[in-house]
C-alpha cells in the first residue's frame, strides 16, 4: 500500500476555508496550543501523549458539546455529541515518538497504527452496526496523519479480502495481533492507495509564538483542520443552507413583519392589530400612504389587492422590500470597501453619524449612487465622497415611488421598540432594552453583523457573527417564498441540479454548434488547444440560454452563473480582456459558493494595487456580466421576488466590483448592468399570444428587425447614462406595443371579424339597399351578419380587457435572446427550478388552464402545468430539471403529465430520501427531462437517490417504469432490492390477502340489515353468548408481533353479518396485519379469532414458505421500507394499508435453514411478548433487520439510507 498526502488547505472545504475566525477563537487556540508544545515530553509514553491531545482538543473546540474519551491505553474517540452513549465520530491511535515502528509514515504505511485503525473502524461499521465515523487519524502528537472515513469506506470495507479476514477473526475468536499480522500481508499489495491529510504542528510553533497579529492567519488551516467542523462534518455559517435566525426574525420585526405557520407552510404577515409597531418602516409607510390617500393615485389598484386594507399593505410592503434591498446591498458594498481599504473607517457610510434621517437616507439613494462624482453637489462631497457611483437601476426611483411614496416621505421622529431577542448589547455585553429611533435601531443593527465575509481567509477581529450573500439570500427567499406556495430550495440542491443539467447543456451545445457527437462533459477539454478554440468556447457557453419561470429570490439564477463559471474554468477558456486566461487559479463551486483559489491553495483576495489581482477581479467580474445578461432569465408574478432576484444578481457582481484602473485615486468603481431587464414580472403560465403567434406583419409594417431588438436590449443593459437608458426604454415599448397590436390583428376573431365586415359592406352597405327593398332572406341574412359581428366584437374587446391577463406574460416576445433571425420563437437551453406547488387558482384561471393545457384534470397542482410550459418553452433537445412533488410519479390525478413527460424524454429522477423541505409534507423528487420531437414508446431512464449526506446513494437504470396504469415505478424497484431480485417472488404470488369482516351495513347481510340492526349492534357482545359467538380482534388490539390489549369483542358469526368472509380462513393460522397505518404492524394469529375490517389477513401461505419466516420479513425495516416507497403513504393523516401494495412486497425464496434461522428470532419475540406485554424487543427486531439486509443482499449504501428513512 502507499498514501496519498494532501495538506490540510487541501483537505478542508474551500467554503470553510475562507471563512473568518473569531479573534476569541484564534486567542484561546494559540494558548492552548503553546502550552500543548510546552508540556510534550518526548520519551513519554502514549498514556502521556494522549492526555495532552484530550486537553488539547477539549479545552480548545469540544468541551461542551462532544464527549471525548479513551477507548484503550493508546487511543481516544470523539463522539458527535456531549454524552458517551452518543455514536464515535472519530477514532484516533496515538504512537509516542520512540515507536517509529508502529507509527505511520509515508514511506512506511504498513504498519501498526494503519491496522489498529482498520480494525476499530470494521469494528464500528461491522460489529456495532455504526455508520457515524468520520474521520480517524494516527499521531504520534507532532505528526497527524487525518483519513477520511470515506476512504476507509471504499479501499477498506469494501475489500472483499479484509472483511473476509474480519469475519474470520471473529468466527474463529483470533487475537488482535493475528489479525494485524494477516491484514499486513493483505496491504502488502502496491496498488492500495489511501489519500491522508498530513501535517506536523512543529511547522506551526513559530507563528503560535509570534506577537504579530499577521502571523495568526497562518494558523487558520491548523485551526480548523482540528475543529469539529472538519472532524465531525458539521455545517458552518456560511452555509447556504443555513439560515441565521436571530438575524432573520429582527430584521423581520424592524420591517414590521413576522413569520407564522399554517399547516405545512411558514408564512409571513403583517403583525396583528395590538402587537404593531408605529416605528416599523411598514408600519410608517402604510400611515404616510394613509394619509396621504396615496392608493387612489395608483395606476392600476387592483394589482395589489381586493380591497384599500390590502392594497394599502402590498404596496407598503413593496416599497419596504426596495429600501431594504437596497439599505442592505449598500451594507455589502461598504463592508467591500472596507475590504478593499484593510479596515479603513473612511470608508463607511451607513451610519447614523452621516445619515440622520429618512431624507439623508433618500439623498445616499438618488444623490450619491445614482450621480457620477463630478455631478454630485458640494454637501453631498463632504458626507459622501468616497461613495461610487454605481448606475444601477436599483438606485433609480420606481414607477411605484414615483405614484406613492419615497424614503423621505416617512417620518424620522418615532421609535421602534427592541425585540426581546435583540441582538445588541450595551458595554457590559448585557442585551439592551427599551426603544430606539428607527432608522438609528436599523444601522446599528447591521452594524452588529459582519458582512464582509466574502473573500481570504481572515481573522475577525470583532466578535459578530457573519452575514453573507447566500445567507441574505435566503432570507430574502423566506420573505417572499411561500406567499406562492414555494419552499426555499437548499443550497445544495440548486447547486447539483445547475451542475448535473448545465453541463449536459453545455455538451448538447457544443455538439450542435460544431458537429460533434460527445457523450461527456470532460470530452470537451481535449478538443479546445489554442486561443481562437477558447475565444470560440466562450461564445459557445455564452450562448446558452437559461430560465427560471418561477425566480423567486434568484437562488438558481446566481447557483448557474456560478456554476457556468466554473464551467469555463474547468475547460481553461476563463480568459481576461487581452486573453490570456486564469489558469493559475483553481475555480470551483463548493456549498453553493463560487470559490476561488491560487496555485497555492490560498483564497484570492482582491487587492487593486496588484496588476494580476486586478486582472483576475476584472475577469470574473465582466465574465458574471456577460453570463447575466447574456444567460440568465427569469420571471416571477411576485414583483418583490422579481426585485430580491435582481438584488442578488447585483450582489453577485458586487462581489467583483473593481476600480478602474485609470480612474487615479483609484476611488470610481465599474459601473453595474442594468440587468433587470432579464429578470421581469408576469404570470408565467399565463400568455394572450401563442409562441407561434407571427411577428412578421409587425416587423415589416414598422420596418424593423428582431437584431435591432436585441440590439436595444444590450444597449439598456449596458446604458451610458440615464438618457441613454430612457430612450433605450421607449424603443423596446414601441416594439413591444407594436407586436401586441399587430399580433392582436392577425388573430383569428379579427380576421374572421374582417372577412364578416367586409361581407356586410359587399352585401348591405355598397348597394346602399334599404332595408324595404330586401327580401325576407336577405333581411335574415343581414341580421345574422350583424349578429356576428357583434359577437365577435364582444369577443374581441373580452379577450382585450380579460383580467386574466393583467398580469400576462409573453414569452413570444419578451425575450428577444430567444427568438430566431426571422422571428421566429426558438426558445430556451434550459428551463430549470422549484416551481410553486399547492396553489388556490381563481375560476377565471381554471378555465384558462382548462382551455390551453393539457395536462390539466381534476385537481391539477400548479407544478404540473409548470411541467408542461416550461417543455413549450425550450427549444428542441432542451433541459427542463425542476424540484417537485413526487405526486406526479403516481397519484389518480398526474396521468395526463405522466403522459406528457413521458412522451418527451425522461432522462433521470432523483428521489430524495428525506425531508428537502423542512415545512412540507410532501416526499419530493429532481426531474430531468429533454423536449424531443419524436421518441421510442420505451426507453431507459436514470433513477438516483439522494440522502442527507448530499451523495448519491444508488444509480441505476429501469426501462419499464412506465407500467400500465400509466404510473411511474420509480421507488422501490429501482432500489434494485424487489422483484429485480433474481431470487424473490411477490407476496401476492405466495398467498391470499383478504380484509377482515365487516360486520354492519344497512342492505348488506342475509337477511339484509335495516337501520335498526346498524344502530344496535345486535351481532356483538362483550361476552360468548353461544358457540356462534367468536372471539373478533380489533386492529387497535396488536401491535408487530403480539397482543397489547386483550380483545374484548364477541361477534357472531354467520350470514347476516354485511360482509362475513369464508370461515375457512379464519379458521386457519394466519397472519394479521393492522390496516390503519403508514407501515406494516402484523401478528401471527392461531388462536381462529375473527377480525374486523380494519385487519388485513394473510392466509393460505404457500407450503414451501413458513409463516413465522413471512413474518419476520413483512416485520422488518427492509420490507416497511419497500412498502412505503411504494404507497408514499408515509406520514400522512389517516394513512391506510393497501392490499394492491402489499401483494407486490418481495418475498425471497429462502432455503430451510435460513427460513429456520429467521423463524427461531421471531419465536423469541413472540414468547417474550406473551410472558410480558412491555418487554423490549429491539434487540431482537435488529437481529431480524440485519437478517433481513444479508438474505436481500443491501449494501452498506443501501441499508444506511433504509435505516435513516424508517
Same mark, same amino acid.
Given at each position: 500500500?502507499?498514501?496519498?498526502?494532501?495538506?490540510?488547505?487541501?483537505?478542508?472545504?474551500?467554503?470553510?476555508?475562507?471563512?473568518?475566525?473569531?479573534?476569541?477563537?484564534?486567542?484561546?487556540?494559540?494558548?492552548?496550543?503553546?502550552?500543548?508544545?510546552? *508540556?510534550? +515530553?518526548?520519551?513519554?509514553?502514549? &498514556?502521556?501523549? #494522549?492526555? %495532552?491531545?484530550? /486537553?488539547? =482538543?477539549?479545552?480548545?473546540?469540544?468541551?461542551?458539546?462532544?464527549?471525548?474519551?479513551?477507548?484503550?491505553?493508546?487511543?481516544?474517540?470523539?463522539?458527535?455529541?456531549?454524552?458517551?452513549?452518543?455514536?464515535?465520530?472519530?477514532?484516533?491511535?496515538?504512537?509516542?515518538?520512540?515507536?517509529?515502528?508502529?507509527?505511520?509514515?509515508?514511506?512506511?504505511?504498513?504498519?501498526?497504527?494503519?491496522?489498529?485503525?482498520?480494525?476499530?473502524?470494521?469494528?464500528?461499521?461491522?460489529?456495532?452496526?455504526?455508520?457515524?465515523?468520520?474521520?480517524?487519524?494516527?499521531?504520534?502528537?507532532?505528526?497527524?496523519?487525518?483519513?477520511?472515513?470515506?476512504?476507509?469506506?471504499?479501499?477498506?470495507?469494501?475489500?472483499?479480502?479484509?472483511?473476509?479476514?474480519?469475519?474470520?477473526?471473529?468466527?474463529?475468536? *483470533?487475537? +488482535?495481533?493475528?489479525?494485524?499480522? &494477516?491484514?499486513? #500481508?493483505? %496491504?502488502?499489495? /502496491?496498488? =492500495?492507495?489511501?489519500?491522508?491529510?498530513?501535517?506536523?504542528?512543529?511547522?506551526?510553533?513559530?507563528?503560535?509564538?509570534?506577537?504579530?497579529?499577521?502571523?495568526?492567519?497562518?494558523?487558520?488551516?491548523?485551526?480548523?483542520?482540528?475543529?469539529?467542523?472538519?472532524?465531525?462534518?458539521?455545517?458552518?455559517?456560511?452555509?447556504?443552507?443555513?439560515?441565521?435566525?436571530?438575524?432573520?426574525?429582527?430584521?423581520?420585526?424592524?420591517?414590521?413583519?413576522?413569520?407564522?405557520?399554517?399547516?405545512?407552510?411558514?408564512?409571513?404577515?403583517?403583525?396583528?392589530?395590538?402587537?404593531?409597531?408605529?416605528?416599523?418602516?411598514?408600519?410608517?409607510?402604510?400611515?404616510?400612504?394613509?394619509?396621504?390617500?396615496?392608493?387612489?393615485?395608483?395606476?392600476?389598484?387592483?394589482?395589489?389587492?381586493?380591497?384599500?386594507?390590502?392594497?394599502?399593505?402590498?404596496?407598503?410592503?413593496?416599497?419596504?422590500?426596495?429600501?431594504?434591498?437596497?439599505?442592505?446591498?449598500?451594507?455589502?458594498?461598504?463592508?467591500?470597501?472596507?475590504?478593499?481599504?484593510?479596515?479603513?473607517?473612511?470608508?463607511?457610510?451607513?451610519?447614523?453619524?452621516?445619515?440622520?434621517?429618512?431624507?439623508?437616507?433618500?439623498?445616499?439613494?438618488?444623490?450619491?449612487?445614482?450621480?457620477?462624482?463630478?455631478?454630485?453637489?458640494?454637501?453631498?462631497?463632504?458626507?459622501?465622497?468616497?461613495?461610487?457611483?454605481?448606475?444601477?437601476?436599483?438606485?433609480?426611483?420606481?414607477?411605484?415611488?414615483?405614484?406613492?411614496?419615497?424614503?423621505?416621505?416617512?417620518?424620522?421622529?418615532?421609535?421602534?421598540?427592541?425585540?426581546?431577542?435583540?441582538?445588541?448589547?450595551?458595554?457590559?455585553?448585557?442585551?439592551?432594552?427599551?426603544?430606539?429611533?428607527?432608522?438609528?435601531?436599523?444601522?446599528?443593527?447591521?452594524?452588529?453583523?459582519?458582512?464582509?465575509?466574502?473573500?481570504?481567509?481572515?481573522?475577525?477581529?470583532?466578535?459578530?457573527?457573519?452575514?453573507?450573500?447566500?445567507?441574505?439570500?435566503?432570507?430574502?427567499?423566506?420573505?417572499?417564498?411561500?406567499?406562492?406556495?414555494?419552499?426555499?430550495?437548499?443550497?445544495?440542491?440548486?447547486?447539483?441540479?445547475?451542475?448535473?443539467?448545465?453541463?449536459?447543456?453545455?455538451?448538447?451545445?457544443?455538439?450542435?454548434?460544431?458537429?460533434?457527437?460527445?457523450?461527456?462533459?470532460?470530452?470537451?477539454?481535449?478538443?479546445?488547444?489554442?486561443?481562437?478554440?477558447?475565444?470560440?468556447?466562450?461564445?459557445?457557453?455564452?450562448?446558452?440560454?437559461?430560465?427560471?419561470?418561477?425566480?423567486?429570490?434568484?437562488?438558481?439564477?446566481?447557483?448557474?452563473?456560478?456554476?457556468?463559471?466554473?464551467?469555463?474554468?474547468?475547460?481553461?477558456?476563463?480568459?481576461?480582456?487581452?486573453?490570456?486566461?486564469?489558469?493559475?487559479?483553481?475555480?470551483?463551486?463548493?456549498?453553493?459558493?463560487?470559490?476561488?483559489?491560487?496555485?497555492?491553495?490560498?483564497?484570492?483576495?482582491?487587492?487593486?494595487?496588484?496588476?494580476?489581482?486586478?486582472?483576475?477581479?476584472?475577469?470574473?467580474?465582466?465574465?458574471?456580466?456577460?453570463?447575466?445578461?447574456?444567460?440568465?432569465?427569469?420571471?416571477?408574478?411576485?414583483?418583490?421576488?422579481?426585485?430580491?432576484?435582481?438584488?442578488?444578481?447585483?450582489?453577485?457582481?458586487?462581489?467583483?466590483?473593481?476600480?478602474?484602473?485609470?480612474?487615479?485615486?483609484?476611488?470610481?468603481?465599474?459601473?453595474?448592468?442594468?440587468?433587470?431587464?432579464?429578470?421581469?414580472?408576469?404570470?408565467?403560465?399565463?400568455?394572450?399570444?401563442?409562441?407561434?403567434?407571427?411577428?412578421?406583419?409587425?416587423?415589416?409594417?414598422?420596418?424593423?428587425?428582431?437584431?435591432?431588438?436585441?440590439?436595444?436590449?444590450?444597449?439598456?443593459?449596458?446604458?451610458?447614462?440615464?438618457?441613454?437608458?430612457?430612450?433605450?426604454?421607449?424603443?423596446?415599448?414601441?416594439?413591444?406595443?407594436?407586436?401586441?397590436?399587430?399580433?392582436?390583428?392577425?388573430?383569428?376573431?379579427?380576421?374572421?371579424?374582417?372577412?364578416?365586415?367586409?361581407?356586410?359592406?359587399?352585401?348591405?352597405?355598397?348597394?346602399?339597399?334599404?332595408?324595404?327593398?330586401?327580401?325576407?332572406?336577405?333581411?335574415?341574412?343581414?341580421?345574422?351578419?350583424?349578429?356576428?359581428?357583434?359577437?365577435?366584437?364582444?369577443?374581441?374587446?373580452?379577450?382585450?380587457?380579460?383580467?386574466?391577463?393583467?398580469?400576462?406574460?409573453?414569452?413570444?416576445?419578451?425575450?428577444?435572446?430567444?427568438?430566431?433571425?426571422?422571428?421566429?420563437?426558438?426558445?430556451?437551453?434550459?428551463?430549470?427550478?422549484?416551481?410553486?406547488?399547492?396553489?388556490?387558482?381563481?375560476?377565471?384561471?381554471?378555465?384558462?388552464?382548462?382551455?390551453?393545457?393539457?395536462?390539466?384534470?381534476?385537481?391539477?397542482?400548479?407544478?404540473?402545468?409548470?411541467?408542461?410550459?416550461?417543455?413549450?418553452?425550450?427549444?428542441?433537445?432542451?433541459?427542463?430539471?425542476?424540484?417537485?412533488?413526487?405526486?406526479?410519479?403516481?397519484?389518480?390525478?398526474?396521468?395526463?403529465?405522466?403522459?406528457?413527460?413521458?412522451?418527451?424524454?425522461?432522462?433521470?429522477?432523483?428521489?430524495?430520501?428525506?425531508?428537502?423541505?423542512?415545512?412540507?409534507?410532501?416526499?419530493?423528487?429532481?426531474?430531468?427531462?429533454?423536449?424531443?420531437?419524436?421518441?421510442?414508446?420505451?426507453?431507459?431512464?436514470?433513477?438516483?437517490?439522494?440522502?442527507?449526506?448530499?451523495?448519491?446513494?444508488?444509480?441505476?437504470?429501469?426501462?419499464?417504469?412506465?407500467?400500465?396504469?400509466?404510473?411511474?415505478?420509480?421507488?422501490?424497484?429501482?432500489?434494485?432490492?424487489?422483484?429485480?431480485?433474481?431470487?424473490?417472488?411477490?407476496?401476492?404470488?405466495?398467498?391470499?390477502?383478504?380484509?377482515?369482516?365487516?360486520?354492519?351495513?344497512?342492505?348488506?347481510?342475509?337477511?339484509?340489515?335495516?337501520?335498526?340492526?346498524?344502530?344496535?349492534?345486535?351481532?356483538?357482545?362483550?361476552?360468548?353468548?353461544?358457540?356462534?359467538?367468536?372471539?373478533?380482534?380489533?386492529?387497535?388490539?396488536?401491535?408487530?408481533?403480539?397482543?397489547?390489549?386483550?380483545?374484548?369483542?364477541?361477534?357472531?358469526?354467520?350470514?347476516?353479518?354485511?360482509?362475513?368472509?369464508?370461515?375457512?380462513?379464519?379458521?386457519?393460522?394466519?397472519?394479521?396485519?393492522?390496516?390503519?397505518?403508514?407501515?406494516?404492524?402484523?401478528?401471527?394469529?392461531?388462536?381462529?379469532?375473527?377480525?374486523?375490517?380494519?385487519?388485513?389477513?394473510?392466509?393460505?401461505?404457500?407450503?414451501?414458505?413458513?409463516?413465522?419466516?413471512?413474518?419476520?420479513?413483512?416485520?422488518?425495516?427492509?420490507?416497511?421500507?419497500?412498502?412505503?416507497?411504494?404507497?408514499?403513504?408515509?406520514?400522512?393523516?389517516?394513512?391506510?394499508?393497501?392490499?394492491?401494495?402489499?401483494?407486490?412486497?418481495?418475498?425471497?425464496?429462502?432455503?430451510?435453514?435460513?427460513?429456520?434461522?429467521?423463524?427461531?428470532?421471531?419465536?423469541?419475540?413472540?414468547?417474550?411478548?406473551?410472558?410480558?406485554?412491555?418487554?423490549?424487543?429491539?434487540?431482537?427486531?435488529?437481529?431480524?433487520?440485519?437478517?433481513?439486509?444479508?438474505?436481500?443482499?443491501?449494501?452498506?449504501?443501501?441499508?444506511?439510507?433504509?435505516?435513516?428513512?424508517?
Amino acid at each position: 500500500m502507499h498514501l496519498k498526502l494532501i495538506t490540510p488547505k487541501q483537505a478542508l472545504n474551500k467554503a470553510y476555508l475562507k471563512e473568518k475566525i473569531s479573534r476569541t477563537s484564534i486567542e484561546l487556540f494559540k494558548t492552548n496550543f503553546v502550552d500543548l508544545l510546552s *508540556k510534550i +515530553n518526548e520519551k513519554g509514553d502514549e &498514556e502521556h501523549l #494522549k492526555s %495532552l491531545i484530550a /486537553d488539547f =482538543l477539549k479545552f480548545t473546540w469540544y468541551k461542551d458539546a462532544y464527549q471525548i474519551n479513551p477507548i484503550s491505553k493508546n487511543d481516544l474517540v470523539i463522539h458527535t455529541g456531549k454524552s458517551p452513549a452518543d455514536p464515535i465520530g472519530v477514532i484516533l491511535e496515538a504512537k509516542n515518538m520512540v515507536n517509529t515502528l508502529e507509527m505511520i509514515s509515508e514511506q512506511k504505511p504498513n504498519v501498526k497504527a494503519i491496522h489498529e485503525l482498520i480494525l476499530y473502524y470494521l469494528n464500528e461499521r461491522i460489529t456495532n452496526n455504526k455508520h457515524d465515523v468520520k474521520q480517524l487519524v494516527a499521531t504520534n502528537i507532532y505528526e497527524w496523519y487525518v483519513f477520511d472515513a470515506n476512504e476507509f469506506d471504499k479501499k477498506i470495507y469494501r475489500s472483499t479480502a479484509i472483511k473476509k479476514l474480519y469475519e474470520q477473526k471473529r468466527n474463529d475468536n *483470533k487475537d +488482535n495481533p493475528w489479525f494485524y499480522g &494477516e491484514l499486513k #500481508k493483505l %496491504l502488502a499489495d /502496491d496498488e =492500495l492507495s489511501l489519500e491522508a491529510t498530513y501535517f506536523d504542528i512543529r511547522t506551526y510553533k513559530q507563528a503560535a509564538l509570534s506577537n504579530n497579529a499577521d502571523n495568526d492567519k497562518k494558523l487558520i488551516p491548523l485551526f480548523k483542520i482540528l475543529s469539529p467542523v472538519h472532524l465531525l462534518k458539521l455545517s458552518f455559517a456560511n452555509d447556504s443552507n443555513t439560515l441565521q435566525p436571530k438575524f432573520y426574525s429582527e430584521l423581520l420585526h424592524i420591517i414590521g413583519l413576522y413569520e407564522y405557520k399554517e399547516g405545512s407552510k411558514k408564512l409571513i404577515s403583517r403583525k396583528k392589530e395590538g402587537e404593531r409597531n408605529a416605528g416599523s418602516l411598514l408600519e410608517n409607510a402604510i400611515a404616510n400612504l394613509d394619509s396621504h390617500d396615496k392608493i387612489s393615485r395608483l395606476d392600476k389598484p387592483s394589482q395589489y389587492g381586493d380591497n384599500y386594507q390590502n392594497r394599502m399593505y402590498n404596496v407598503a410592503l413593496e416599497l419596504v422590500i426596495t429600501w431594504v434591498n437596497r439599505i442592505l446591498f449598500l451594507k455589502l458594498l461598504e463592508a467591500q470597501l472596507l475590504n478593499y481599504h484593510k479596515g479603513d473607517k473612511g470608508f463607511t457610510f451607513l451610519n447614523k453619524d452621516k445619515i440622520h434621517s429618512f431624507d439623508d437616507l433618500d439623498k445616499l439613494f438618488f444623490r450619491v449612487l445614482a450621480k457620477k462624482e463630478e455631478e454630485r453637489s458640494q454637501e453631498v462631497l463632504r458626507l459622501f465622497g468616497k461613495v461610487p457611483y454605481l448606475n444601477s437601476s436599483l438606485f433609480e426611483p420606481t414607477e411605484l415611488e414615483h405614484q406613492t411614496l419615497f424614503i423621505n416621505g416617512l417620518e424620522d421622529a418615532i421609535a421602534l421598540p427592541l425585540i426581546s431577542s435583540t441582538v445588541l448589547k450595551d458595554q457590559r455585553g448585557r442585551t439592551i432594552k427599551g426603544s430606539l429611533n428607527t432608522l438609528d435601531y436599523l444601522f446599528e443593527f447591521l452594524n452588529a453583523y459582519d458582512f464582509s465575509s466574502e473573500g481570504a481567509e481572515e481573522i475577525q477581529e470583532d466578535n459578530k457573527t457573519l452575514i453573507n450573500a447566500s445567507v441574505l439570500g435566503l432570507i430574502f427567499e423566506k420573505i417572499n417564498g411561500y406567499k406562492d406556495g414555494s419552499f426555499f430550495t437548499p443550497g445544495f440542491i440548486t447547486m447539483y441540479m445547475c451542475r448535473e443539467t448545465i453541463r449536459r447543456a453545455v455538451v448538447q451545445k457544443f455538439n450542435e454548434v460544431k458537429g460533434w457527437k460527445l457523450q461527456e462533459y470532460t470530452d470537451i477539454y481535449d478538443r479546445i488547444t489554442n486561443l481562437t478554440d477558447r475565444k470560440e468556447a466562450n461564445d459557445i457557453i455564452n450562448s446558452l440560454k437559461i430560465c427560471d419561470p418561477a425566480v423567486g429570490s434568484g437562488h438558481f439564477l446566481v447557483s448557474a452563473l456560478n456554476e457556468l463559471i466554473a464551467i469555463k474554468s474547468d475547460l481553461n477558456i476563463l480568459m481576461s480582456s487581452d486573453g490570456r486566461t486564469l489558469r493559475d487559479y483553481h475555480i470551483e463551486v463548493v456549498n453553493d459558493e463560487l470559490i476561488v483559489n491560487d496555485e497555492n491553495g490560498d483564497s484570492f483576495k482582491y487587492n487593486f494595487h496588484d496588476h494580476r489581482s486586478q486582472i483576475v477581479q476584472q475577469t470574473l467580474f465582466h465574465e458574471k456580466q456577460t453570463i447575466i445578461e447574456q444567460c440568465l432569465f427569469g420571471v416571477d408574478i411576485n414583483p418583490n421576488s422579481v426585485k430580491i432576484c435582481r438584488l442578488r444578481l447585483w450582489i453577485e457582481l458586487l462581489k467583483n466590483a473593481y476600480y478602474k484602473p485609470a480612474s487615479g485615486g483609484g476611488l470610481q468603481l465599474e459601473t453595474l448592468p442594468n440587468i433587470d431587464i432579464n429578470i421581469k414580472t408576469g404570470n408565467s403560465l399565463i400568455s394572450r399570444f401563442a409562441l407561434d403567434a407571427d411577428l412578421k406583419p409587425a416587423l415589416k409594417k414598422n420596418n424593423i428587425t428582431i437584431e435591432a431588438y436585441r440590439q436595444a436590449v444590450d444597449t439598456y443593459r449596458n446604458a451610458r447614462d440615464k438618457e441613454q437608458k430612457r430612450e433605450m426604454e421607449g424603443i423596446i415599448s414601441v416594439i413591444k406595443t407594436n407586436f401586441r397590436t399587430e399580433i392582436s390583428n392577425n388573430s383569428k376573431e379579427v380576421k374572421d371579424l374582417t372577412k364578416l365586415e367586409s361581407e356586410y359592406v359587399y352585401k348591405y352597405d355598397s348597394t346602399q339597399l334599404f332595408d324595404n327593398k330586401l327580401s325576407k332572406k336577405q333581411i335574415n341574412d343581414k341580421k345574422d351578419l350583424k349578429n356576428k359581428i357583434d359577437k365577435l366584437k364582444t369577443r374581441i374587446e373580452e379577450i382585450k380587457t380579460n383580467k386574466i391577463y393583467e398580469n400576462a406574460f409573453e414569452w413570444r416576445f419578451e425575450f428577444p435572446e430567444v427568438l430566431g433571425d426571422d422571428s421566429s420563437y426558438r426558445g430556451f437551453d434550459v428551463v430549470i427550478g422549484n416551481p410553486p406547488y399547492g396553489i388556490k387558482f381563481q375560476l377565471n384561471e381554471i378555465n384558462f388552464f382548462k382551455a390551453y393545457y393539457s395536462s390539466f384534470e381534476y385537481q391539477v397542482n400548479s407544478y404540473v402545468l409548470f411541467f408542461e410550459n416550461a417543455l413549450s418553452l425550450l427549444k428542441v433537445n432542451g433541459l427542463v430539471d425542476f424540484i417537485t412533488p413526487a405526486t406526479f410519479t403516481y397519484q389518480r390525478y398526474f396521468k395526463r403529465i405522466r403522459s406528457i413527460l413521458k412522451s418527451n424524454k425522461i432522462l433521470r429522477v432523483r428521489k430524495f430520501l428525506y425531508e428537502v423541505f423542512e415545512d412540507a409534507d410532501i416526499g419530493d423528487s429532481v426531474s430531468l427531462l429533454t423536449k424531443k420531437e419524436t421518441i421510442s414508446s420505451t426507453y431507459p431512464i436514470e433513477v438516483q437517490f439522494l440522502f442527507k449526506s448530499k451523495e448519491i446513494q444508488k444509480s441505476i437504470l429501469s426501462e419499464n417504469f412506465y407500467l400500465s396504469e400509466n404510473v411511474f415505478d420509480l421507488n422501490y424497484s429501482a432500489m434494485n432490492i424487489s422483484l429485480s431480485h433474481p431470487n424473490s417472488i411477490y407476496l401476492g404470488d405466495i398467498s391470499k390477502i383478504i380484509v377482515g369482516i365487516k360486520p354492519y351495513q344497512v342492505g348488506k347481510g342475509k337477511p339484509k340489515q335495516v337501520k335498526e340492526v346498524v344502530d344496535n349492534k345486535i351481532y356483538t357482545s362483550t361476552i360468548k353468548l353461544d358457540d356462534d359467538y367468536r372471539l373478533c380482534i380489533n386492529g387497535k388490539d396488536f401491535h408487530r408481533y403480539g397482543l397489547i390489549n386483550k380483545p374484548t369483542m364477541f361477534l357472531k358469526y354467520g350470514e347476516w353479518l354485511a360482509e362475513p368472509r369464508k370461515s375457512a380462513f379464519f379458521d386457519e393460522e394466519k397472519i394479521i396485519l393492522r390496516q390503519t397505518s403508514d407501515s406494516i404492524i402484523a401478528m401471527l394469529d392461531s388462536s381462529k379469532s375473527l377480525n374486523l375490517n380494519n385487519v388485513y389477513n394473510i392466509g393460505h401461505i404457500d407450503a414451501k414458505y413458513k409463516y413465522k419466516y413471512v413474518l419476520g420479513l413483512i416485520n422488518s425495516s427492509l420490507i416497511n421500507y419497500i412498502y412505503q416507497n411504494i404507497s408514499q403513504d408515509k406520514g400522512r393523516s389517516f394513512a391506510e394499508v393497501k392490499k394492491v401494495y402489499l401483494e407486490k412486497l418481495p418475498i425471497i425464496k429462502a432455503t430451510n435453514r435460513q427460513q429456520n434461522d429467521l423463524s427461531m428470532i421471531v419465536d423469541e419475540i413472540i414468547l417474550k411478548k406473551e410472558s410480558d406485554i412491555n418487554y423490549d424487543i429491539s434487540h431482537l427486531e435488529k437481529q431480524i433487520n440485519q437478517f433481513v439486509y444479508e438474505l436481500y443482499n443491501l449494501t452498506e449504501e443501501e441499508i444506511k439510507i433504509v435505516e435513516e428513512a424508517i
